[in-house]
């Protein structure tokens, strides 16, 4: 069984408890989710299934999307409300000054994780240490927020808005750093993932559906495809049906196992750049076999398996 399966993480479990639990409920060994959610958030969570375990990288490293309540007027150690309370206030900013944060909150940005969460420091994941009572200097990383959209604001201080970013986003921190833009505090009230890269929320399965699904020999109708997950991710080659033996044991196809290749893939050979760094779902036919990426061998464009996946 080799797949990805969209699932609809419930509010309350943390990500590995959601991996831990459809490992033992569908019986499978090789298993992990694609990025850490939030244990009070819900929404998608895909979860690698077999030989798929070997693309979590590629999934995780796209875009996410999120639905978050924000409650203004209120500051807390774990930037959401169930930490301890550290400051209040009651002067609450205008609809426009709320809508002018949003919008100063988009772009690259420098972004600093909250202690409350599970990024490990010198072999310990920092909310053991904030359980702790430890604060530690953190490293703040590069994000990117495409957008943030005001849905609306219900007085006297609760905001609901939309935000599309890239991995490594902690949506806490950022309510928490609007908080502080704005002069009032602020912490995640509730949130919810409602896309990850190609997976929606509307095409998820709780984890009741997969259990159902799993006892009347269904599992594989809710699997995505491995090909179908990096659809939009990576560019694909496609090779003869008989070169199928030749790149299952990872040798390299030569020119004469091509059948078609993208226009990009074309313009980088006759530019001289070929690159290991562009990556390719690779079909012998209409079998996808894996990932691979086109160099130069021999003075002759060939392919290269990375990941053998058949």
Not at 103 to 118: I, L, R, T, Y
Not at 235 to 263: H, Q, T, W
Request: glycine share 8%; net charge positive; hydrophobic share 40%.
């Amino acid at each position: 069984m080799n797949g990805i399966l969209n699932v609809l993480k419930p509010p309350g479990m943390t990500s590995s408890e959601v991996v831990v639990f459809l490992r033992k409920k569908i019986q499978v060994r090789k298993i992990g989710h694609t990025g850490t959610l939030d244990p009070e958030a819900a929404g998608v969570l895909p979860v690698c299934i077999g030989k798929a375990t070997r693309l979590a990288d590629y999934i995780m490293h796209q875009d996410k999307t999120y639905r978050c309540y924000m409650k203004l007027g209120i500051t807390t150690d774990s930037y959401d409300q169930t930490g301890k309370k550290l400051k209040r206030s009651d002067t609450i900013p205008t609809l426009e000054k709320i809508e002018f944060a949003l919008e100063k909150f988009q772009g690259e940005m420098d972004h600093v994780p909250p202690m409350h969460s599970a990024i490990k420091i010198g072999g310990k994941k920092l909310y053991e240490l904030a359980r702790q009572g430890i604060e530690i200097e953190r490293e703040p990383r590069k994000i990117w927020i495409k957008r943030t959209s005001l849905i609306s604001f219900m007085p006297p201080d609760m905001v609901l808005f939309d935000i599309i970013c890239s991995k490594g986003t902690y949506i806490r921190s950022l309510c928490n750093d609007i908080g502080q833009f704005l002069g009032c505090g602020a912490v995640m009230a509730y949130l919810i993932r409602t896309s990850s890269g190609i997976f929606h929320l509307n095409n998820s399965h709780t984890l009741d559906e997969i259990c159902i699904a799993k006892k009347n020999n269904k599992l594989n109708s809710l699997l995505v495809p491995m090909e179908e997950a990096l659809e939009g991710i990576m560019p694909s080659i496609f090779l003869k049906n008989d070169c199928k033996e030749i790149i299952s044991r990872g040798n390299l196809a030569d020119e004469s196992c091509i059948v078609k290749i993208s226009e990009l893939a074309n313009d980088l050979f006759y530019s001289n750049k070929v690159s290991s760094q562009t990556l390719y779902r690779v079909f012998c036919g209409n079998v996808f076999m894996g990932i691979g990426y086109l160099r130069i061998h021999n003075n002759k464009m060939v392919v290269q398996m990375k990941k053998v996946l058949i």
